[in-house]
């Protein structure tokens, strides 16, 4: 059980956080800082000016030699154009009808950062956003209602970190992520049967469940000459024991589910031109090992209540390159571009509730530094995502009774989504 300042904690962070979808692989979200939006998050583990540096690479922290707070907020916008392909809806031996629908469920994702030096070499700093994030709805009458009508993830992350400058060269950083995590589920299942006619009866069904677990972070950051960084960051993976309900036919029971979220590694690398490096040439490469996240079963103290998710996610790789430059002492201007592997592995395994694939990003933005130690920066982002087939099948179980039919959910997702992100800075 979580305790009650934990809870307290949750409440404040999520107030402010409304999850989305369509924005990273899986269930990822990757809109943390304005600064880096604008290169396409190419240089993350690099870009030891921007505060969020406290989430992308804590060793990046000794190369401030002030304090500095920072918020940033993403809006993403998400399309969804969703066009059947003979989906069918059995149930003992009974089609069933159903219609289209998509609900376009964008939302807003803001991070908190601090970060401030002490003594000569060493630096501390806190991040506070949301690392995960996915919701998709539908209407309760649609064809894929058994394959799931709603789906809420939401996962905020705690993150103090300390950094030490071993030389000139060398710095390393280390972090403690303390995560809350939340997930609704909403599909239509068989409840009962009708004790006079025999006809299996069916409605919404909702699983909820959060957890509190810790994992970790550490990075590294290599500056062999003046104008090259080399960073390396990882972050651990975090398993979670969720604790909640599940409402079936108005009736409420315990429920539990183990869900395992994924560790992963990014290689940053960034290089100055020019008079003052006023050029800066930025790139990525990032692995998640979203293989983790596989079946999650609901587990209840009532036989044949309990359900699973299989979801089957693969390992997946981001690339991204991008530039910086500085137009004038307070102006910057900035674009990138980035490739990211879907975590889905195909259409059988894909399901309505993460119809994720791969994605293309394109993105520009621009910073301004004002002379009272405060910076603005904006950025705005274009995926361009990959038609997405689907043809998952759902085993339909009535309770105590087993399998009593199936939904096949066939047909093709069209997708895109457009990211606005706004970031503010103070240093001190």
């Not at 994702?109 to 539908?138: C, E, L, Q």
Request: aromatic letters at 8%; charged letters at 20%.
């Amino acid at each position: 059980m979580a305790t009650t300042h934990k809870k307290l904690i949750s409440v404040a962070i999520a107030a402010a956080v409304i999850p989305v979808s369509v924005q990273g692989a899986g269930f990822g979200l990757n809109s943390h800082s304005a600064k880096s939006g604008g290169t396409s998050h190419a240089g993350t583990a690099v870009m030891a000016e921007d505060p969020a540096t406290v989430f992308y690479n804590p060793a990046g922290m000794v190369l401030n030699d002030k304090a500095a707070v920072s918020g940033s907020f993403a809006q993403i916008m998400p399309e969804f154009d969703f066009t059947d392909e003979n989906s069918s809806v059995t149930i003992g031996g009974t089609p069933l009808p159903g219609d289209e629908s998509m609900s376009d469920e964008g939302g807003l994702a803001p991070s908190f950062y601090y970060m401030a030096p002490f003594r000569d070499d060493w630096a501390v700093g806190i991040s506070i956003n949301a690392p995960y994030g996915s919701n998709t709805k539908y209407d309760s009458d649609w064809i894929g209602r058994f394959n799931g009508i709603e789906s809420d993830i939401r996962g905020i992350n705690i993150n103090p970190n300390i950094a030490h400058e071993i030389n000139d060269s060398v710095s390393i950083g280390f972090g403690i992520n303390i995560q809350k995590f939340d997930a609704t589920l909403i599909q239509q299942r068989v409840v009962g049967q009708d004790p006079n006619t025999g006809a299996l009866i069916t409605d919404e069904t909702e699983v909820e469940g959060d957890s509190w677990s810790v994992g970790y972070n550490a990075g590294l950051l290599f500056q062999p000459l003046e104008a090259t960084r080399i960073g390396l960051a990882y972050r651990s993976e975090i398993s979670h024991s969720l604790d909640g309900d599940l409402t079936l036919g108005g009736t409420s029971v315990d429920a539990s589910a183990s869900v395992e979220l994924p560790e992963s590694a990014t290689l940053s690398f960034s290089q100055g031109f020019g008079d003052e490096n006023r050029l800066t040439l930025l790139a990525d490469a990032a692995y998640t090992r979203w293989s983790r996240v596989d079946t999650i079963t609901i587990e209840t103290a009532t036989p044949g209540v309990g359900d699973s998710l299989a979801l089957d996610f693969k390992n997946s790789w981001r690339g991204s390159i991008g530039a910086a430059w500085e137009q004038t002492e307070q102006l910057t201007l900035r674009g990138g571009y980035t490739f990211e592997e879907s975590a889905v592995q195909n259409a059988e395994t894909r399901t309505p509730r993460v119809p994720d694939n791969h994605r293309n990003w394109v993105s520009l933005g621009a910073g301004y530094e004002f002379a009272n130690g405060l910076e603005l920066d904006a950025s705005y982002s274009h995926l361009f995502i990959k038609d997405t087939k689907i043809n998952n099948t759902q085993v339909i179980n009535a309770p105590g009774a087993g399998p009593v039919g199936q939904s096949t959910l066939n047909g093709e997702f069209e997708s895109s989504a457009d990211i606005l992100s706004v970031q503010a800075t103070y240093r001190y």
